[in-house]
């Protein structure tokens, strides 16, 4: 006997922060609006239109989709943001990187491959075989 | 950090915890956590759970069980079985369910 509005208040610009805490592991697919920081370990897809932030000692293994995206942690799978993407020196990434701009710390950990929206400086564009 | 699921996010799995963990958000699947279990009002769980407090104000359809109680708060709705040493049902609160108080 649901009487009343039981879809309360559900505006996804107030969507709230969420955390994963460092003792928590989830094992299955993570998905909506807001911002997310991974403490512990994900096993699965992860998509967020906020910022998705895997801390030192967290982990993901699955694909991730964000808003922009920070790895200080470990990520296994491929990566996209309409925003920037930054690799912490910390960080073990395996997966692709398709972003608005990715930033790759020195000491990080990374195998697989870099896509982003970049205009080369004129001194390299006139060099044949350069993309 | 406790583990927070904010109001706009929705994990369709099996999450397990040594903290507490508040959900404002949407869950479907199995929720196991050591520490005390918030529902926050507008939540809505499809889970089972275990914790050793679970406090519900939002919407829970799932079996429930704490080692140490269960609160179902004012607003809060619980469809599903109840196995805790102690259980509370606010004014307000929808149950239906079985009730195990391990007598």
């Keep these: 006997m649901a009487r009343g509005s039981t879809a309360a208040r559900q505006s996804p610009s107030e969507a709230t922060d969420s955390v994963l805490g460092r003792g928590a592991r989830v094992r299955g697919r993570v998905h909506g609006d807001g911002s997310l920081r991974v403490e512990g370990s994900i096993e699965?897809?992860?998509q967020v239109s906020g910022e998705l932030e895997i801390d030192d000692g967290g982990s993901v293994a699955g694909d991730v989709d964000a808003g922009a995206l920070t790895i200080g942690g470990q990520l296994t799978g491929n990566a996209s943001a309409r925003g920037p993407i930054t690799i912490r020196s910390t960080a073990r990434v395996s997966g692709d990187m398709l972003g608005a701009e990715v930033v790759l710390e020195?000491?990080?950990?990374?195998?697989?491959?870099?896509?982003?929206e970049f205009e080369l400086p004129p001194e390299?564009?006139?060099?044949p075989g350069s993309r | 950090?406790?583990?927070?699921?904010?109001?706009?996010?929705?994990?369709?799995?099996?999450?397990?915890?040594?903290e507490d963990v508040e959900v404002a958000g949407t869950l479907r699947g199995k929720l196991s956590?050591?520490?005390v279990v918030t529902v926050d009002t507008g939540a809505v769980i499809e889970a089972d759970v275990s914790a050793s407090t679970l406090q519900v104000g939002g919407t829970v359809t799932g079996n429930v069980s704490a080692s140490d109680r269960v609160d179902l708060l004012a607003g809060g709705r619980l469809v599903g079985d109840v196995k805790a040493a102690r259980?509370?049902?606010a004014d307000g609160a929808q149950f239906k369910g079985n009730v195990d108080m391990d007598v």
């Design chain 1, 44 to 46: 699965g897809d992860v």
């Design chain 1, 106 to 116: 020195e000491g990080a950990a990374f195998d697989g491959r870099i896509e982003a």
């Design chain 1, 124 to 127: 390299l564009t006139g060099r």
């Design chain 2, 1 to 18: 950090m406790a583990t927070i699921i904010g109001n706009g996010l929705t994990i369709e799995g099996e999450i397990t915890s040594d």
């Design chain 2, 33 to 35: 956590a050591e520490g």
């Design chain 2, 87 to 89: 259980l509370t049902i």
